[in-house]
Structures are given as C-alpha cells and as structure tokens.
C-alpha cells in the first residue's frame, strides 16, 4: 500500500506546475484533527529600566514575594516587594499538534499591569497550561519589544508601536505532548473549506473522485467533505500528503466589499460591478479659532490685569455636484470613478453603502 502510495505522488508531481488559476488542495482545506493547540501562562518579566509595574498594582508585587519565598528568602510584612524593574505579564503561544517533546515554539508576553515598556527584559520561567489545565511547556528568556515610548518632565510623551507587548522567538520548550485521539483514525478522513462555498466544495470532491476513484469524498454541506481514508497511521499520512497535491481548479467568489470602521480601511473584491448610478457628495466643514486677549487697566486704576478669549466659529459646505458613477466590472475602473469623487474612506463607506441600497452594486458589504 505505501508503494502505491509513493506511485501515485510521483504521478501527481511529475505531472507539472499547477495549471494556471488553480491552487493545491492543501491552501484550501483544514484537516478535522490536525490544529494547533492554544497554550497561556502568567510570568514575570525581570531587569526592566524602571519602567515595570507601579506600586499600586499589587498582584506583582506579590507574585515577587511568592517567588523569593520559594527560593527561601523570607520576606517581612506582607511579603509585597516594592519595585519598578518588574511587570506582570501572560504569556501566550500556540502548539501544533505534531510537536514533540523538547521542540520549541514561540511565545507572545503582553503586559498585565501598568508597565510603561517590557523593552530590555527578560522572561522568567513561567508554565504554559492548555485548555485542560495541564503544562504542555515552559517559556523563558529575553523578551524582544518593537515598540518604544518616551517621557518628558513636563508630562509630554512620544510612543512608537506598542512597548507593552513583546515576543520571544522559540521562546517555550515543549514537555508534554497533545494526546491523539487514535478513535479518529478509524473515521472516514474530514476536511473543512478555509472558505464555505458549495461550489467549492463540490469541486474538490469531484477531483479527489477522479484521482483516486468514485465514491472516495463526499461533499457535506458548504464547507465540509468526507474522505475515505486508510485507518493505519502510516498509510494515512501517506494519504493526506497524496491529497494535499491535488490540484483544484478555482471557482467564482462572490463580490465582497470590506469595510474596516476602526482603521477606515476598504478593500474591494475583484469581481464587484456597478452599474450606472448619480452620486452627491459634499462635506460639511466647521472651524474653530480662539484667540487670547489681554485687558489691562491704566496706572490709577484699581482693576486687575485679565485674560479673555474671542471664540469666532466658521461652517462651511461646499456645493454638492451630482456625479455620474458608469458601468464598470473591472476593479481599478471602480476605484477611479470613487477616486474621482473625492471621497475618503470613511465617505466612500458611505457611497457604497449607499449604492448597494439603491440596487447600483452587487456586492456583499462586510463590516469588521
């Protein structure tokens, strides 16, 4: 079976580049089992400049206490240490289902407390625990920050990214593995689109039919497809590898618009089209100037010196012109005729909007 397996992979890669317009099987599918696994902790981050939590943040200061105590040192008091060269932090990562004891993976540190910056610290050792309370790895080491932020005495400051965040690159050593289901190797094999598409989903299993033979996947729904697949572990990765190079010819998507109202983001699919419609757009503009003025009173007099301020407040509208919007099904001819509208993205959220209401775009809009 495993030399029909190798066969068959030959076949499939000595058969050429992918045909243009289609794509791999294993870039449009998830395999049902084969996921990562989410991993968190909660740490310390040690040797910070003085920009660590502050001393109303009181978990850190006794989680310092705890581990000194664990090392012996006895604290008096309350065992709370008060210090700015430490910040609370959870730790988060992500574990492949594959990965094996003493591998290595990355690790994302995000501030918990009020720390100004985690720049120039490093990790202590911390357990990463899964869903099911168990440590599956133990992060440490220097944390590497991309943001920067600066202070002036007068309270002004200057902040670049995010200096609260960090990561730590291989950063956990694995130390217990994800147990496999071995029930699951006895089902039929299940494969979840990336992307829901009845159309999708009918061609993958016509072309896994017509590769390895009738009657092998079967499409469930929008999204899921069932595959027959050998139970026996090693014939099966051999299995899935044969299907991930599967070449799949790519369908129609439907028309998308996306609109990002936190960044004022929009990003249009290639296949919208619209159709001929009238367009008004003008902006409200209103302006604001005050300006600082000095009454002082003469030599004899007994008035005090005082400020006063002259608010003078401008509202201004452009006149509306009625523009024209022609029938385009290409992409950048759409982005032009917006373009040439004036519009900034947050207007030109409005305008779609606007025209998919009045039936001039057939597109699904999508707020994130």
């Keep these: 079976m495993t030399r029909i397996f190798l066969i068959m992979l030959l076949a499939l890669l000595s058969s050429g580049a992918f045909a243009m317009g289609s794509r791999p099987l294993e870039t449009l599918v998830d395999i049902q089992g084969v996921r990562d696994n989410q991993l968190v902790g909660y740490g310390l981050v040690v040797g910070l400049d003085g920009t660590g939590d502050r001393n109303q943040v009181e978990f850190t200061g006794r989680s310092v206490g705890n581990m000194l105590e664990q090392f012996g040192i006895q604290l008096d008091g309350n065992g709370r240490v008060k210090t700015k060269n430490v910040a609370a932090v959870m730790i988060t990562a992500r574990m492949g289902v594959s990965t094996g004891v003493g591998q290595t993976i990355d690790v994302v540190v995000s501030s918990l407390g009020d720390a100004e910056s985690l720049r120039g610290g490093t990790l202590l050792m911390t357990p990463l625990v899964g869903a099911d309370g168990m440590t599956y790895a133990l992060a440490q080491g220097p944390v590497v920050v991309a943001g920067l932020s600066a202070n002036g005495s007068n309270g002004s400051s200057v902040t670049v990214n995010t200096p609260t965040g960090g990561s730590i690159p291989s950063g956990a050593i694995v130390e217990r593995e994800v147990s496999v289901n071995q029930a699951a190797l006895q089902q039929p094999l299940v494969m979840h689109l990336r992307r ?129 919007v022609g029938s385009s099904t290409s992409l950048s001819e759409v982005v032009d005729a917006l373009n040439g509208l004036g519009a900034s993205p947050d207007d030109l959220m409005t305008i779609l909007h606007s025209l998919q209401a009045v039936g001039a775009i057939d597109a699904e809009l999508i707020v994130i």
């Design 196 to 324: 829901p598409s009845f159309a999708m989903a009918t061609q993958v299993a016509r072309k896994i039919n017509e590769t390895f033979g009738a009657d092998t996947a079967r499409p469930l729904n929008d999204s899921r497809i069932e595959v027959s697949a050998p139970s026996e572990a090693s014939q099966r990765t051999g299995y899935i590898a044969l299907l991930s190079q599967i070449s799949i010819d790519s369908v129609a998507q439907p028309a998308r618009i996306i609109f990002n109202s936190r960044t004022g983001t929009v990003v249009i699919s290639q296949n919208v089209m619209v159709r001929e419609a009238a367009v008004s757009h003008g902006n409200l503009s209103v302006r604001i100037t005050e300006t600082q003025n000095v009454s002082q009173p003469n030599e004899f007099g007994q008035g005090d010196t005082v400020t006063t301020t002259d608010s003078i407040v401008e509202v201004s509208q452009p006149d509306g012109t009625l523009n024209i």
